[in-house]
């Protein structure tokens, strides 16, 4: 209880710091909250400590950072992950895309992220979704769609759930950006005075960064090129400290642009200079090509999990199941290394099915492979055969151990899911085991076929029981 009690006074503390726009705050707790969750085990901590500091690095500007904490937000993902930790994933992952300048895949994740927000109702990250997707159509120049996005962004901030007024700051951001492009000035100003009237929008130094831009933007639209080139400047200076360089070069473009009629020759050619120093900055940035080496690794390590990956449960497939375990039986033959075979499945799955549903059926088999995921060890490898049948493979332990290890499990399964809110009834399994070091096994199939004898026994013993081959 003391645990979760430091772990929640920690999250306060983030929540306060956030909304007061303090960043760095955000950092010194997060990490803190990242700390303590590797302390106690509290795999949900970690990953939400791993998020926000990549959110509040990104921020503050540094973004070498910003990419550490997505990998390794993304690695906790793959081992620990709920479905709404892989939408922040997503979100993460748009940032990767945007720095290596892939927006063809930066919609892609947002639109994932989207979908996930939709289907569990969380408006905030529905938002967030609307309002990045707004911005890459903008730069894709497809400015009606941009506009929707951004108004949809408005509405879901405006949602009774969503009380994170930097939501609707930055939709009305995407609105004032879409509306310019589109040359609509007047819906421009209606979103310009709203946030002129917000007294916490000085406490956002990002979003003022960009707030100054599209005052640029707008007065130059008006046809108020002094104004324009004020508003430059002034988002120049901030942006200088957030090092955000594709906003920067688009800054410097405008600038060049006015000075050419408003500035003396030497002011031109200062800030001519200052555009060129910019371009040179860029290409010798670390930041897009340790992006793009990100990006690599994500979309490589998500086609291999998804390729060893079993689509209903989340557990690894057959597929890899059977690699795996041809290659440490093929690694136990010297020295003699035990691997023990556990096949079970859910006992009457059929009558459960016939009566309650298939739907049903499936929360079953995804139930018995959650309840299973938290008692193996990281080492094991647990994989879904097929239908109801599962197979855990387990390196290095006795046939004994094993067994008790079997029964532990069954129990867990079977008193779980008499207190679950998604199953009617309690739900039993069948468990046959085998190992290599009573016979000379070479193969995953000669494994399984013999856990898989010793399973038929024990569902014709009358089942929700423990059988090895002897």
Known sequence: MAKENEITAIYSKISEARSEGRYDLVITWAEELLNKGLLFSNNEAVLTAHYICAISHYYTGDFEKVLFHIEEHYTQCILHGKKSDYMR????QYFVSSFALDYDRGQKLLEDMLSIA?????????????????????????YDKALEFAQLAVSFAKMEDVDREILLIRAHLHVIESAINLQNSHLAQTSLDFLRLLPTMHDHPREMAFLEILKGRFYDLIGEPEKAFHFYTKAKQREEKLRDYSILKDIQQKRIVLAENLCSFDELAIIQKEYIDLLHEIEDSRLVKAALELQIRLQSSSSTTSENTDYLTGIYNRKYLEETTNLWLDEATTPKKSVVCIVFDIDNLKSINDTYGHLVGDEAIKFVANTSIHEIRKEDVLARFGGDEFVLVMQGISMADAKRKATLLAGKIESLSSTSDVLPIPITISIGLSDNTRRNIQSFNELFHLADLALYKAKENGKNQVISFI
């Open 89 to 92: 994933s997503y979100y993460l």
């Open 118 to 142: 939709i289907e569990s109702e969380d408006y905030s990250y529905a938002s967030m979704a609307y309002n990045k997707l707004s911005l890459l159509h903008n730069k894709k120049e497809q």
